[in-house]
């Protein structure tokens, strides 16, 4: 994304702090409260702050080109905030070299069979309300004695998306471990390397798909710099590239067959209700805290 930015507008400099969002929005807010904001544009998977801050007036409207080619169920109507991109969790990442065609799982159920024992790496659900929101899907579905289950499969617990696949990878160059298999993964809609396979749930099982919020604020000294950043976000050379990639686009327009709104395994709007009750989200942050344990590892962000 930036690379392709900065080749377009090779004269704008643009600046990137990258953090988790549950850190990002904190460090956003304490920013406001001493009057010393920092910030020019936000890009976070905490959906829920969007609302707050608009209402606190932090935020500048702006309906950039293409605006009213994104589903209203996504969008902020004024133009407050908007979706550039989508993410998911939820697919099961695997190595093809070791997993068996026939092994391959089609529903969450299927990772409860003794042959995936001591062979899944999971992302700690309490660690990333993404994956906690998947794992309430999962468990409404099949009940607190599925996550009983899979808690007897020896399971690899590590904070951070992308470390799930990343130790998928690391076994496979080293030869050596058993991890084979991850459905907490954010590991892109095509995945990079050819060994590595991607292959969603079937329905009735609901894998989530949320779309990445973004947000000028109103505090920027750069507005136009700013507009200028989400108008290319939006941009059919943009939207396009993220498409030809294997991912819909939040263009309804350009998602061609690829759309999540269409599907019947995921629900894209589904995450953005989970998030806006933060008791709800809480309660089942302690629900799998309570049984997985707090999460261990290195920060994410930097790891």
């Known amino acids: 994304m930036l690379t392709a930015f900065r080749k377009k507008f090779p004269d704008v400099a643009i600046n990137i702090t990258a953090d988790l969002s549950k850190y ?30 608009d209402k606190q007036q932090r935020l500048l409207h702006y309906k950039p080109p293409n605006f009213s080619d994104i589903n209203l169920a996504i969008k902020h109507i004024d133009g407050a905030y908007l979706p550039v991109n989508y993410n998911q969790f939820g697919p099961f990442y695997y190595d093809s070299t070791i997993v068996p065609a026939n092994k391959v799982p089609k529903t969450y159920a299927d990772i409860l069979d003794p042959y995936w024992k001591s062979k899944l790496v999971l992302t700690y659900p309490n660690d990333d309300d993404g994956v906690l929101y998947l794992f309430s899907l999962i468990i409404e579905r099949y009940g607190f004695k599925w996550l009983d289950s899979l808690l007897k499969q020896d399971v690899m617990w ?25 459905f907490s993964a954010l590991g892109g809609f095509t995945p990079s390397t050819s ?21 000028i604020f109103a505090s920027t000294p750069r507005p136009e710099s700013s507009k200028l950043f989400l108008s290319f976000l939006l941009s059919t050379e943009w939207q396009s590239t ?30 953005i209700t989970f998030m806006g009750n933060r008791e709800n989200v809480e309660w089942w942050r302690m629900q799998m805290e309570t049984y997985i344990g707090l999460a261990k590892g290195p920060d994410p962000a930097f790891s």
């Open 24 to 53: 990002a929005d904190s460090r956003i807010d304490r920013s406001y409260i001493e009057g010393k904001p920092f910030i020019d544009v936000a890009l976070l998977q905490t959906v829920h702050d969007f609302p707050r801050w």
């Open 242 to 271: 993220l498409s030809a990639s294997g991912g819909p686009s939040i263009r309804t327009s350009l998602t061609g067959t690829n759309n999540v709104f269409m599907a019947n395994n995921t629900q894209p709007s589904g995450y």
């Open 195 to 215: 060994f590595l396979q991607v292959r969603q749930p079937d329905a009735p099982d609901q894998f989530m798909t949320w779309a990445q919020q973004a947000a």
């Open 158 to 182: 590590v904070r951070g998306a992308a470390a799930a696949t990343g130790a998928i990878i690391d076994n496979h160059s080293s030869g050596k471990g058993s991890r084979v298999l991850t």
